[in-house]
């Protein structure tokens, strides 16, 4: 599975736009990118996921570049709620165990008031 | 619909002790996941099973068991506690149909159980 590189923290206004980066260099064609977020002691939440085209959802925007090698989960409106930490994962269709998403560090987003 | 449900929420063992994490989904999910989380990382996969009646090993399966029981329950065994096996565990399911596709839908991640092994 290839890797992927978020900066480890992130602040955002509420109200505002947040727009969390993601770098996936090493992603090859067949390859998904999946975001989740982790709000506190609680277990991980499905964001959104896409291969090539932008994806929109209740929930985010999902910007993928052209040559895919990054990508932006967009969350339109920053509430407190959103404070969590937020995972970028790429996988491949079959994954390396059966679809296992390997989880990283992820990027710890603080809404602020 | 309560969708992943683990338990216990909070336990604490003695070194040598052994004890089962229970999860059940009511989701008719064919695929469970266990992980585990420590201070700071990402969660790491232990388990997982595709389908009831197969079972596959993670990252990090040494020191656990895991069962099938049915479609419903995936359950994780510690045999023998260690220190290095506090954490928390989370389980998770998916609806894979066997089709290319449906490979990609989301897991669904219950609450987790948080273990301290002393």
């Known amino acids: 599975d290839a890797k992927t590189t978020q900066p480890p923290s992130m602040d955002c206004a509420e109200g505002r736009a947040a727009n969390l980066p993601c770098n996936h260099s090493?992603?090859?064609?067949?390859?998904?990118v999946y975001w989740y977020r982790q709000i506190h002691s609680q277990g991980p939440q499905y964001i959104i996921h896409g291969l090539k085209n932008n994806e929109t959802n209740e929930m985010a925007s999902l910007i993928i570049t052209e040559d895919r090698k990054s990508s932006t989960l967009i969350l339109p409106h920053a509430t407190l709620r959103d404070t969590a930490v937020y995972y970028c994962?790429?996988?491949?269709?079959?994954?390396?165990?059966?679809?296992?998403?390997?989880f990283g560090k992820g990027t710890k987003l603080s809404v602020k008031p | 619909n309560a969708g992943v449900t683990q338990t216990p929420k909070f336990q604490v063992l003695k070194t040598g002790q052994s004890m089962t994490l229970q999860c059940a989904q009511d989701?008719?999910?064919?695929?469970m996941y266990w992980y585990r989380q420590d201070p700071g990382m990402g969660l790491r996969l232990i388990y997982y099973s595709a389908s009831e009646g197969t079972t596959d090993k993670g990252e990090v399966p040494n020191g656990y068991n895991v069962s099938r029981l049915n479609k419903r329950e995936f359950s994780l065994r510690l045999e023998s506690a260690a220190p290095s096996q506090t954490s928390v565990y989370f389980c998770a399911s998916q609806s894979r149909s066997g089709r290319a596709s449906s490979y990609n839908s989301p897991l669904h991640f219950g609450n987790g159980t948080r273990l301290t092994v002393t």
């Open positions: 994962i790429v996988r491949g269709p079959y994954g390396g165990s059966q679809g296992n998403l390997i």
């Open positions: 989701m008719n999910h064919n695929s």
């Open positions: 090493t992603i090859s064609g067949n390859e998904y």
